[in-house]
């Protein structure tokens, strides 16, 4: 039976904006998980564009440094790449620099993915932090509280990249995805966990992305193609912040830049 998932999408001016709204949005959902239940355990993507929220976190002149309820969350990983800690493409090593060396989370709160070791056993490593951490048993999945997301040029998101074995793996919490592709491995929490966050949203900025974002929300479902489509949350909604370009080719978005679709699946 075809499933209806609420997309709402806020479009913002440019980076800044952007990268502004972004960190009220993490804000916002730590502080809700955090009166709910005593903390809240975030999964952050990395790439390039969440750099300048997570720079905007951390900066003192900033109201989120001294807002944000640090001492009660835990920090995971979306994905990684099959490099060392210290590498220029390292996803924790841009976290770091743009927000960790300068927040008041201490290293027991940051579950990095080791990025340095044989993918396999990155994946498998970092699954047992994941089932410990969320005292997961059996077939059980983690719950993260708040997962934020980023969209490739080719549709890809997390490490699940389009013809990838990612896209089928249905059992493991984190896989070991090889990306012929791109002559690599990754390492990526896979889309069933994904999908469980109690909040999933998207972040995304340019016009490179302008394409792909309207062939993931109004075109044909196609996830071997476009996985970023494999995202539909169990809790039924899903949020896109975006910047003008990224948002150009979808419905207009009403005076307070916000949009709305309903897409089946
Ligand atoms: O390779 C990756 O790409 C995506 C998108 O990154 P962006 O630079 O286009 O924002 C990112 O979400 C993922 O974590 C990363 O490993």
Same mark, same amino acid.
């Given at each position: 039976m075809a499933k209806t998932i609420a997309v709402e999408y806020r479009v913002h001016d440019g980076p800044d904006a952007l990268a502004h709204a972004a960190a009220e949005h993490f804000l916002e959902q730590a502080q809700k998980s955090v009166a709910a239940k005593g903390k809240a355990r975030i999964a952050v993507s990395g790439g390039s564009t969440p750099k300048r929220t997570f720079e905007l976190l951390a900066n003192p002149k900033e109201k989120f440094l001294q807002a944000m309820p640090w001492e009660k969350l835990e920090l995971y990983f979306v994905d990684e790449r099959t490099v060392p800690p210290t590498d220029k493409d390292s996803n924790y090593r841009m976290t770091r620099e743009a927000m960790l060396d300068k927040v008041p989370l201490k290293p027991e709160q940051v579950f990095r993915i080791k990025g340095e070791l044989p993918p396999e056993e990155a994946a498998a490593r970092y699954e047992s932090t994941l089932r410990n951490q969320f005292k997961l048993e059996g077939a059980e999945v983690p719950r993260f509280d708040v997962l934020a997301l980023g969209m490739g040029d080719d549709g890809h998101t997390a490490s699940i990249f389009p013809h990838t074995a990612g896209i089928h793996e =249905?059992?493991? =919490?984190v896989y070991a995805n090889q990306v012929p592709q791109k002559d690599t491995w990754r390492v990526t929490l896979t889309w069933p966990v994904i999908i469980q966050a109690g909040e999933v949203f998207f972040l995304i900025g340019g016009k490179d992305k302008a394409d792909p974002l309207h062939r993931v929300l109004q075109g044909q479902y196609d996830p071997e193609t476009l996985p970023s489509q494999l995202i539909q949350p169990k809790n039924g909604k899903l949020l896109f912040l975006l910047d003008k370009d990224a948002a150009a080719l979808l419905p207009a978005p009403d005076a307070s830049g916000k949009g709305k679709l309903e897409i089946q699946r």
């Open positions: =249905l059992a493991r =919490l």
